[in-house]
């Protein structure tokens, strides 16, 4: 009560606002006195709604903070990889041209030892070649000779072997030598000539084919006024 009157009697308020202020006081005062928890509820309840408001509004904006830090710092990170991706694209670029250049070199360079293997093969070879050639000459020569050997074997079994039972030691040595083939007698005169028989005669020679004849050992054919003759196996 002094305090109101102090307040009216030093003109720093109206006695409309003291009654007004004093009236306010009691009626908060009956209200708190007739619902005190309800009131005290409402309080609380509001002051936690304020709280929870405001701890939200610091909590979102310490996440955006947050987030813009880290998105930041993402970015930055993303930056330093990009470079460093870069960075690492050139130096293979830069080894992969090394690379295709000292191949180039090598290949080259294998290319000309190739080259040069290859004229060796091929210069081996031929030498190779002209010494097989020269063998297989040296053994066709060698053939021949063997050839002509056998025949000479051959000439001298008949030549001393024992004659036919019939015929004389000439006769025989004629049967044998004359070839199977159906011949006339001039062919077969060549024949024995180039054999040896150097001293026969046409004569002697036709007189033997026809002694041979009677016995059975040859046989002759009038071809077209041509006489042929034709060994004969006698058993």
């Known amino acids: 009560m002094l305090v109101a009157f102090s307040r009216v009697f030093l003109g720093v308020h109206y006695s409309s606002d003291v009654i007004f202020g004093a009236l306010l006081g009691v009626g908060c005062t009956l209200l708190l006195l007739r619902d005190e928890n309800y009131i005290w509820d409402y309080i609380l309840k509001f002051k936690s709604r304020l709280v929870h408001k405001y701890i939200l509004k610091i909590r979102c904006k310490f996440k955006c903070d947050k987030m813009a830090f880290l998105k930041d710092n993402e970015n930055e990170q993303l930056r330093q990889l990009v470079k460093g991706c870069l960075l690492e694209i050139s130096k293979q670029k830069i080894e992969l041209k090394k690379c295709q250049r000292d191949s180039s070199r090598s290949i080259g360079q294998e ?31 060698k053939d021949s000779q063997i050839a002509k050997l056998q025949m000479f074997k051959d000439h001298f079994r008949v030549l001393t072997s024992k004659p036919k039972k019939d015929l004389t030691s000439f006769q025989s040595q004629i049967y044998m030598l004359l070839p199977d083939r159906e011949d006339n007698m001039e062919n077969l005169f060549s024949h024995l000539r180039e054999l040896g028989f150097q001293e026969l005669t046409t004569e002697n020679f036709e007189h033997a084919l026809r002694n041979l004849e009677r016995k059975g050992y040859f046989r002759s054919t009038n071809d077209h006024g041509q006489l042929l003759w034709k060994k004969l196996e006698k058993t």
């Open 111 to 141: 290319n000309i030892q190739i080259k040069l293997m290859q004229d060796e093969y091929e210069k081996i070879i031929r030498e190779k070649e002209a010494k097989i050639k020269e063998l297989i000459k040296q053994l066709q020569e």
